[in-house]
């Protein structure tokens, strides 16, 4: 009995060290490849962006407890939208939400999942309704106040914004 038990847990540190290694692994694939790519100036072609996507994903799916897991979620959501796959980018975006809701972005995500659907699903109705869950639930966000406008401005169209504007820029120039 007692070599069972001495077997049981040798296995067990053994699992332990080899998903460390594979975390670590993990890891680095992903930095080597944003390092290659320059991932901050937004500009990925479609088969890199799917690649890192990929590789952010793994990872989430390895090691769905760690600490790094949304951030790396959030990151495959804005590539996919960078990439237009708004399928993805949703899918993403709801997954932090639903399964990371104490990671400390999680409002952002909400705000960022209107903002895919406006400015790259076009998706006016879509857009509103993920804008107002983000209102309601984070109503003292510091962009809430500028979200609600947002909410505002989407029914209106191309001419009646460019009207807007003229006529707020008329109104702030004839009070100076």
Not at 28 to 57: C, F, M, P, Q
Not at 130 to 146: I, N
Request: hydrophobic share 40%; glycine share 2%; with cysteine.
């Amino acid at each position: 009995m007692k070599k069972i038990k001495t077997l049981a847990l040798l296995t067990m540190v053994l699992c332990m060290v080899a998903c460390a290694n594979q975390r670590e692994k993990d890891l680095k694939a992903i930095v080597d490849y944003e390092n290659s790519i320059d991932i901050n100036n937004h500009r990925v072609n479609i088969e890199t962006g799917e690649n890192l996507i990929l590789l952010y994903v793994n990872f989430c799916k390895n090691n769905p407890t760690d600490s790094l897991a949304p951030v790396y979620m959030a990151k495959a959501a804005d590539v996919a939208a960078n990439i237009g796959r708004i399928d993805l980018a949703i899918k993403y975006l709801d997954k932090v939400i639903a399964e990371y809701p104490n990671y400390e972005k999680v409002a952002e995500c909400y705000f960022f999942k209107g903002f895919v659907y406006e400015t790259v699903g076009k998706n006016t109705q879509k857009a509103q309704e993920a804008y107002t869950a983000f209102v309601e639930k984070y109503p003292t966000h510091p962009w809430a106040e500028d979200t609600k406008k947002i909410i505002e401005n989407l029914s209106l169209s191309d001419a009646e914004l460019l009207e807007m504007i003229k006529a707020n820029n008329a109104t702030t120039n004839s009070t100076l």
